[in-house]
C-alpha cells in the first residue's frame, strides 16, 4: 500500500527533483516506511511506501529485465501468487516478492490489458520508455484514488489532491459547479474535482498519455441483466463460500492485521470468516458514542465475544470534533460532509496502534441492496401515483405537524423519512438517493447561493448526473439500476474517499472483501426476491451466515456510522459552527438563508443537522484554501 504521484511533460524538458519530491512528501502519511524515485526524458515517477507484502525487497519504483518499464503503484492484487506462478513458467524473471513486479511483467504481455487479469484495489503508473507511454490505470470500484491534471506541456497526477496542486504551475480555480453538486451530495461527484481541470480517474478507467495526448477508456462495468441458475438454498451456499474465499485472500500480510467491527451484519460476517480462516484469535476494533442511541458498540462487542476476538473499544465525543474536522478535511482536499467519516477517522487512528492492515464491511449494501431506501423507493412511487392535491399539499402540511427530534437515530430516520414527503414530489425517481437525503435540494439552493452565483449554475446537475447513470445502467428493472447507480456514484464519490482518506492518514491499509470484484459481478445476477424481502435488504446475505451472527446481530436493520451531529449542533458545537460558516462562506451565499437555518434548527423546527455539517465542512475547506494561496 503507497501514495504514487508523477510529471510527464511533452516538450521532454527534465522534471525537477525538487517539485517531484514536494508532491511525494504530501503524501509520506500514505507510506512512511520509504520512499523512491525514477527519471527519465520528460518524465518522472515517485512513490511512499506502506510495506505490507516482501518488506525486505519489495521497495519501488520498479523496473523490468532490461529496465525499459517503470512502475509505481498503490494497492494490494490478491491473485498474484497465481499469476507469478504463470509468468515464470513462460520465462519472467523476478527480482523481488511482490505483486507489483507481476503487474508489470503482465503489462510486457498484455500492454494496457494487464488490468484484466488483476483481483485487487489498484492505482498504478508505469512508464513504457520503447512507447514513450504513459499508462496510468484505477481499480474496477474505485477503492484506490487518483487525480490527475494538466497545465502547459505537462501532464501530472497523485493519491491525494494536496499533492497534485502543490505541482501545479497555476492555482487552478474553483470549480462552483462542483461545489454546488457537493450541497446535493455531500461530495464532488466523479470524475470531476472542486477545482477547474484537475479530475478523478474513474473506477475501472485508464488513461494513457502519449507525447501530449491523452486517451482514456473504461476496462469493466458490471452487468445484472443475467440471472444466477440454482435454488434459493444453493445460491446461499454458493454465497457463503464465496464470502469467506475473498476474506480469505485478504489475510495475506508480511505485517499485523484485524477487523473493524461495527456491529452491523457486513462486518460482523467478515469477522466471523476471519475467525474461521485464522489459528489465532483476531483482532477487533470499534467505535462508540456517548450518546447511547447512536453507538453500536454492544453488537459488536456480542460478535466479539462469539468469536473470542482479542477486541478494543474508543469513544468519540463531541470536544474531539473542531480539530479533527480540519484534520479530515485537508487529508480528503476538497469540500466532503459525510459525518462518519470523524468516527471513521479515530477508528483508523487507534487502530493503527494495534495493526497496519484492517479489513472492513463495505460494499455488502450495495452488492445486496441494504440500504432502507431500497426497498421504500417502489412505496414512494406508489405514493406519487396518488391525485396531487394530496401529495402536494395535505398530507406534506399534516406530516410537518411531527415533532422534530428523536433519541435514536433509527426513529430520526423514520420522522426523517416522513418529513420528505414534499421532498419525494420533487426529485425524480432515478435519483433515489437524493428522495430520501437530508443534504441541500435544488429549492434550498436557489435560496442559499447569492445572485451573481447562481446565474451560472445548474442547480439540478447533481440529479442529473444520476439520472444519466440510471438510464445508462447494464441493468433491468429500477432497483437494479440504483444499486449500478450507487456503485458508480455514492461509492466511490463517498463511501470509499472515507476509507481510503481516513484510514490512509494514519498509514492504515483497509481492505473490503465485499468489494470483491468477482463477488460484486456473481452478486449483480441475484433476482430482487433474494436482495429485499419482508422489508428488509440482504435477505440471501443473511440466509447465508444466520448460524455465524448473534442472534441479536441477525435481524438488525441499516443503522450505519451515525453520528448525533443535530445534537451537537443544537448544543456545544452551536458557537463555532455558526463562526466557521460566516467566517468563510459569507461571500458566497445569502446571510439571511443562512441564519434561517441556524435558526429553524437551534427552535426544533427543522433538523438541519446534516446541511450544517455540510456548510461547517465547506467553510472549512475554503478557509484552508485561503492559508494556502
Not at 388 to 403: D, E, I, K, Q, S
Not at 411 to 424: A, I, T
Not at 483 to 494: A, N, Q, R, S
Request: aromatic share 10%; proline share 5%.
Amino acid at each position: 500500500m503507497c501514495g504514487i504521484c508523477g510529471i510527464a511533460r511533452r516538450d521532454q524538458a527534465s522534471v525537477r527533483p525538487s517539485l517531484l519530491e514536494g508532491m511525494n512528501a504530501a503524501i509520506s502519511h500514505r507510506g512512511p516506511d520509504g520512499e523512491g524515485y525514477t527519471y527519465h526524458p520528460g518524465v518522472g515517477l515517485a512513490m511512499r511506501r506502506l510495506a505490507i507484502i516482501d518488506l525486505n525487497t519489495g521497495d519501488q519504483p520498479i523496473c523490468n529485465e532490461d529496465e525499459t518499464i517503470w512502475i509505481v503503484f498503490n494497492g494490494e492484487i490478491y491473485n498474484f501468487p497465481e499469476l507469478r506462478a504463470g509468468l515464470e513458467a513462460r520465462g519472467h524473471t523476478f527480482r523481488t516478492r511482490t505483486d507489483t513486479e507481476c503487474i508489470l511483467h503482465l503489462y510486457e504481455e498484455h500492454g494496457p490489458g494487464c488490468v484484466d487479469y488483476l483481483r485487487g484495489m489498484f492505482a498504478f503508473a508505469i512508464w513504457d520508455g520503447q512507447e514513450q507511454q504513459l499508462l496510468v490505470a484505477r481499480d474496477r470500484l474505485g477503492q484506490k484514488p487518483l487525480y490527475y491534471s494538466r497545465q502547459g506541456d505537462g501532464f501530472y497526477f497523485s493519491s491525494e489532491l494536496h499533492s497534485l496542486l502543490t505541482a501545479l504551475p497555476d492555482q487552478p480555480a474553483i470549480n462552483f459547479q462542483a461545489v454546488d453538486s457537493y450541497l446535493s451530495l455531500q461530495y464532488i461527484p466523479e470524475p470531476f474535482t472542486a477545482f477547474e481541470g484537475v479530475y478523478k480517474l474513474l473506477p475501472a478507467h485508464l488513461l494513457i498519455w502519449q507525447q501530449g495526448r491523452i486517451t482514456t477508456r473504461r476496462y469493466w462495468q458490471l452487468d445484472y441483466r443475467t440471472r444466477l441458475d440454482g435454488s434459493e438454498s444453493q445460491l446461499a451456499e454458493e454465497l457463503r463460500e464465496r464470502v469467506f474465499e475473498a476474506v480469505k485472500i485478504r489475510m495475506i500480510s508480511d505485517v499485523p492485521l484485524g477487523a473493524h467491527l461495527s456491529g452491523g451484519i457486513d462486518s460482523s460476517i467478515v469477522v466471523a470468516m476471519m475467525a474461521q480462516a485464522s489459528s489465532l484469535p483476531v483482532k477487533t476494533f470499534t467505535i462508540n458514542f456517548e450518546e447511547a442511541g447512536f453507538s453500536e458498540a454492544a453488537y459488536a462487542r456480542s460478535v466479539a465475544e462469539r468469536y473470542g476476538t482479542d477486541h478494543h473499544e474508543f469513544t468519540l465525543t463531541f470536544e474531539d470534533i473542531p480539530g479533527t474536522m480540519e484534520t479530515v478535511i485537508r487529508h480528503v482536499g476538497e469540500p466532503f460532509a459525510d459525518p462518519s467519516a470523524l468516527p471513521s477517522y479515530f477508528l483508523s487512528k487507534m487502530t493503527r496502534q494495534y495493526v497496519t492492515v484492517a479489513l472492513n464491511g463495505d460494499g455488502g449494501d450495495e452488492a445486496f441492496a441494504g440500504y432502507q431506501r431500497y426497498w421504500l423507493d417502489p412505496w414512494a412511487n406508489r405514493y406519487l401515483a396518488l391525485p396531487a392535491f394530496l401529495t402536494g399539499n395535505l398530507l406534506p402540511a399534516l406530516v410537518r405537524c411531527l415533532p422534530d427530534r428523536s433519541d435514536r437515530p433509527v426513529g430520526q430516520d423514520l420522522l426523517n423519512g416522513l418529513k420528505r414527503l414534499r421532498q419525494l414530489a420533487a426529485t425524480d425517481r432515478r435519483a433515489s438517493i437524493l428522495r430520501w437525503g437530508s443534504y441541500f435540494s435544488a429549492a434550498q439552493k436557489s435560496c442559499l447561493w447569492k445572485p451573481e452565483y447562481l446565474e451560472a449554475l445548474d442547480l439540478r446537475a447533481a440529479e442529473n448526473l444520476l439520472i444519466e447513470t440510471f438510464r445508462g445502467a447494464a441493468a433491468h428493472g429500477d432497483l437494479n439500476r440504483t444499486l449500478y447507480t450507487d456503485i458508480h456514484t455514492y461509492l466511490p464519490g463517498d463511501l470509499l474517499v472515507k476509507a481510503d482518506r481516513m484510514s490512509m492518514a494514519n498509514s492504515l491499509e483497509g481492505r473490503s472483501p465485499f468489494l470483491d470484484h468477482e463477488l460484486m459481478a456473481w452478486a449483480a445476477g441475484l433476482p430482487e426476491t433474494l436482495r429485499i424481502r419482508g422489508g428488509k435488504g440482504k435477505y440471501l446475505l443473511r440466509k447465508a451466515f444466520r448460524d455465524a451472527l448473534p442472534e441479536r446481530v441477525q435481524g438488525r436493520g441499516k443503522q450505519g456510522f451515525g453520528v448525533p451531529v443535530s445534537t451537537w449542533f443544537r448544543g456545544p458545537l452551536a458557537g463555532w459552527s455558526r463562526e466557521v460558516i460566516h467566517e468563510n462562506l459569507a461571500d458566497w451565499f445569502a446571510a439571511g438563508a443562512l441564519e434561517r437555518i441556524f435558526e429553524e434548527h437551534q427552535s426544533g423546527k427543522l433538523d438541519h443537522g446534516k446541511r450544517l455539517w455540510a456548510l461547517v465542512a465547506l467553510g472549512l475547506w475554503k478557509g484552508q484554501l485561503k492559508e494556502t494561496t
